[in-house]
Nanobody
């Protein structure tokens, strides 16, 4: 049984930083591509960043240069470092993982099989 649990969300002022973490159970973070997604009220869920088995990080244009995704093998977690936060980054952030092959792009939610419950990020 796969479980993904996000943590690290909170409220920060514009220009501040947060570090999110996704703890995986029943899934090894290095076994497949994982990603972070976000959804603001009234908007579609969108891909933020993803990283594959051998690295290959992908970022949405809106966060390039500000967010960094990686895998912590020792802790079996997926961290997302968020710097220079902007009000438009406010959303519920989800961690996701896939098993199998992609049918869509690496930042398309439809490519992913497992999801966490989300952690709230608010930038004021």
């Amino acid at each position: 049984q796969v479980q993904l649990v996000e943590s690290g969300g909170g409220e920060v002022q514009a220009g501040g930083s947060l570090r999110l973490s996704c703890a995986a159970s029943g899934y090894t973070v290095n076994s497949g591509r994982m990603g972070w997604f976000r959804q603001a009220p009234g908007k579609e869920r969108e891909g933020v960043a993803s990283v594959g088995v051998y690295g290959s990080p992908k970022y949405a244009d809106s966060v390039k240069g500000r967010f960094t995704i990686s895998k912590d093998s020792a802790k079996n977690t997926l961290p997302l470092q968020m710097d220079s936060l902007k009000p438009e980054d406010t959303a519920l952030y989800y961690c996701a993982a896939f098993r199998g092959s992609f049918s869509y792009s690496s930042l398309d939610p439809r490519s992913y099989d497992f999801w966490g419950q989300g952690t709230q990020v608010t930038v004021s």
